[in-house]
């Protein structure tokens, strides 16, 4: 019957109602039993329960109202509004809050909902301003549903009065509304904006003033609003001529009279304006007075008018023509340089298609010299093989008479003749690109070493020089032609050029892998400067003697020794001798395949006790050979070709002891080829001395391919005697001879 959920007045209310109803009943009975008595006794404990709650109900009454008044006491005493709102309704307001807006003060009473409290309020003519709209502040409230969330506003009141209104979510169900007057520091924060506003403005104002370009405004209508000092002075005219409302035409008509514009820009100002109003800007560089320009900078403002901005480029546009005009005459210079550069250069291209042309014919005379000599070598040398075979038979016969020393002036003076011609003929096989003219094989240097004393020992004995050989048993990678041919022309220049008494040393020294072959003499020495072209052709030092040679034979060492890889050094001192060395790589012995050494060829006393066949187209040649073997004891068969070779031998029924044939024979004969023909036609290993005057590696490989020792024309009698002597006894033993010579 009683609902606990019921406010505590309301349950008082039901219990009293519910007492006086048994209370009457009981007074209605005539029987009062055990029952009534009962429900009596419950009646009473229920108003004693009622009475203690009616106590208790009474005592929350006091502790609420005498609360209520305590809160209307706080907030009557406080200096802002405040006002609760409870699920939407006005619970409690203090004065402040309910007196600011007085029109409407007298409907602000509890139970005013929130909604309507801000319909109010927007509603009200003491309402001035506010920052935002009531309206958003209610819907931020409604969106805003957690509590702690505050909205506020600020509102202007009569009288310049600010206040400040919070709203925030306590909970759920209630929002407090607080407000707070601001006026003081909206008046305060006001007078801080106009007092920086003010600075500001002066600020502006000293830099409007100070500013190096001209700034002037202009209104919608061309009239002048305001300027800075420079504008009038960047345009010369006094200050009555620049007050606020002078039209700009009457400006610049003043210029005008003045000379400081040109009359043909005021045509131009409407095109300008035209332009200023499609773009928003103008940009232009004119003429001011005698000798100045100003660039104008004008941009539209706002409210229709434009902002004028001169700037003095006098100093710039000057710098700019004097470095225009200094860039034309730089160009004038640069121009009439390009035209002599370009003469220089087409005349550098003349001379330089000049010596090209001079390089080739140089280069046409070096290669037609070098194909001449190479084309030559055989005509030169078979006339020259011819007088030293006849001059070594007039030596021999005339031994005992008064022309020998005219004989021995003949053979000195024609070995002159044939040391130039062999240096001539070494240089022009050296010059040429023949992959032929050298060939490197493994050579042992003791041949060539003894070698070297057998031939020029009596040379240096006739000088009366010491000429001694320390033999040397290394085998190097060299051209065993050419390498003899550089040993020899060393010893011979140091014989030459040492006086008699002095001494020749030829001797290896070894050096890290590989081996120097050393010429020492005691001769006159070569000065600095003469050792960096003693090499080049023709060339001789300042202290050699007129008459000592024409200085080839360095030139065919050097030449020789940089085709082989060789180094070529030279130490020397005036007056103290000379020391020549040449460089060459080591061969292991053990993996070395040299060739087997030639002959030392001493002197062979008595007669050769053959027959020797010799084979030779050239006549005199023929006849030379023929009288010099004769004379030597041999009994010689002359025959000019082949055919002619093996008629002899067929006539004569049996091989010849020894064939001496010339290479080049007429039309494609060669002597190779006569020899082997012989052989084949007597069947006998007839040995066989190859002399030619072609000097190619190719020529000797098919000496030592058909076993033919191989000697160059002219051929050195000195070792023709013993070689023939050498070969006959080999063959008479059945070895064979594969040596180069």
């Not at 007039?394 to 008479?401: M, N, V």
């Amino acid at each position: 019957m009683i609902d606990p959920e019921d406010p505590l007045a309301v349950q008082v209310t039901k219990q009293a109602r519910i007492i006086d109803a048994l209370i009457r009943r009981a007074n209605r009975q005539e029987d009062v039993g055990p029952s009534a008595y009962r429900a009596f006794q419950s009646a009473i404990d229920l108003q004693q329960t009622v009475a203690e709650q009616t106590i208790e109900l009474e005592s929350v009454r006091y502790e609420r109202e005498r609360t209520r008044k305590t809160l209307a006491e706080a907030l009557a005493s406080m200096e802002e509004g405040l006002a609760l709102f409870s699920d939407g309704s006005l619970e409690i307001c203090n004065d402040l809050f309910r007196g600011l807006l007085p029109d409407v003060s007298d409907k602000i009473v509890p139970g005013l909902t929130l909604d309507r409290y801000f319909q109010l309020m927007g509603r009200s003519a003491y309402l001035v301003s506010t920052d935002r709209k009531l309206s958003k502040m209610r819907r931020h409230l409604h969106n805003r549903r957690a509590a702690g969330s505050v909205v506020s506003l600020v509102a202007e009141v009569p009288r310049d009065r600010w206040y400040q209104l919070s709203a925030q979510q306590t909970s759920p169900e209630n929002t407090v509304l607080l407000l707070t007057e601001i006026t003081t520091l909206v008046r305060h924060n006001r007078r801080e904006k106009e007092h920086l506003i003010d600075r500001q403005s002066d600020y502006l104002q000293a830099v409007f003033q100070n500013m190096s370009a001209g700034v002037c405004t202009f209104s919608a209508a061309g009239e002048m609003m305001m300027h800075n000092g420079r504008f009038r002075d960047l345009l010369g005219v006094p200050l009555s001529r620049v007050q606020p409302g002078t039209p700009l035409l009457d400006l610049l008509d003043f210029m005008r009279s003045r000379g400081l514009i040109d009359a043909a820009l005021l045509a131009k100002v409407e095109p300008w304006r035209e332009k200023l109003m499609r773009r928003g800007s103008l940009t232009s560089r004119v003429p001011h007075g005698v000798d100045r320009v100003l660039d104008v900078q004008v941009n539209v403002l706002p409210d229709g008018g434009f902002l004028v901005e001169l700037k003095d480029v006098t100093l710039e546009t000057r710098s700019t023509e004097m470095l225009e005009n200094r860039v034309m005459a730089r160009t004038a210079q640069l121009t009439r340089a390009n035209e002599r550069l370009t003469e220089q250069y087409e005349e550098k291209a003349r001379v330089e298609e000049e010596l090209r042309l001079a390089k080739e014919r140089a280069e046409a005379a070096v290669s037609s010299k070098t194909r001449f000599l190479a084309a030559a070598s055989h005509d030169l040398l078979q006339p020259i093989n011819a007088a030293k075979l006849m001059i070594s038979s007039l030596q021999e016969t005339t031994h005992d008479t008064r022309f020998r020393p005219m004989v021995d002036r003949l053979g000195g003076a024609f070995a002159s003749v044939e040391y130039l011609l062999h240096s001539l003929l070494d240089i022009s096989r050296l010059e040429s690109a023949d992959p032929d003219t050298v060939t490197e094989t493994d050579v042992g240097l003791r041949g060539l070493m003894e070698g070297v004393r057998a031939d020029l020992g009596v040379l240096a004995a006739e000088k009366g020089v010491q000429l001694d050989v320390v033999p040397c048993s290394v085998i190097v990678r060299s051209d065993p032609v050419y390498l003899l041919r550089s040993i020899q022309n060393l010893v011979v220049n140091a014989i030459q050029y040492t006086d008699a008494g002095g001494r020749v040393l030829l001797g290896c020294r070894r050096r890290a892998g590989r081996v120097l072959l050393e010429v020492w003499d005691t001769g006159i020495g070569i000065s600095s400067r003469d050792q960096l072209r003693i090499f080049d052709e023709f060339t001789r030092a300042e202290n050699v003697p007129i008459g000592s040679g024409v200085g080839l034979g360095l030139s065919v060492v050097d030449r020789a020794c940089r085709l082989l890889d060789h180094t070529l050094t030279v130490r020397s001192a005036p007056g103290r001798g000379s020391i020549f060395r040449i460089g060459m790589q080591v061969v292991d012995r053990e993996t070395a395949h040299p060739q087997r050494p030639e002959p030392v060829h001493e002197s062979v006393n008595g007669t050769l006790d053959c027959i020797a066949l010799v084979i030779e187209n050239d006549a005199d040649v023929l006849y030379g050979a023929t009288q010099w073997l004769e004379l030597h004891g041999a009994s010689v068969l002359a025959a000019r070709s082949a055919g002619e070779a093996l008629t002899h031998v067929a006539d004569m029924g049996i091989p010849p002891d020894i064939i001496l044939a010339d290479y080049q024979l007429d039309g494609d004969e060669t002597g190779v080829q006569a020899t082997l023909d012989i052989r084949a036609a007597t069947q006998t290993a007839v040995p066989a001395i190859l002399i030619t005057a072609d000097r190619s590696e190719t020529v000797r490989r098919l000496g030592v391919q058909n076993d033919m020792s191989v000697l160059t024309k002219p051929a050195e009698l000195t070792k023709l005697r013993p070689l023939i002597d050498w070969k006959i006894r080999r063959g008479a033993n059945g070895d064979t001879d594969k040596s180069r010579q």
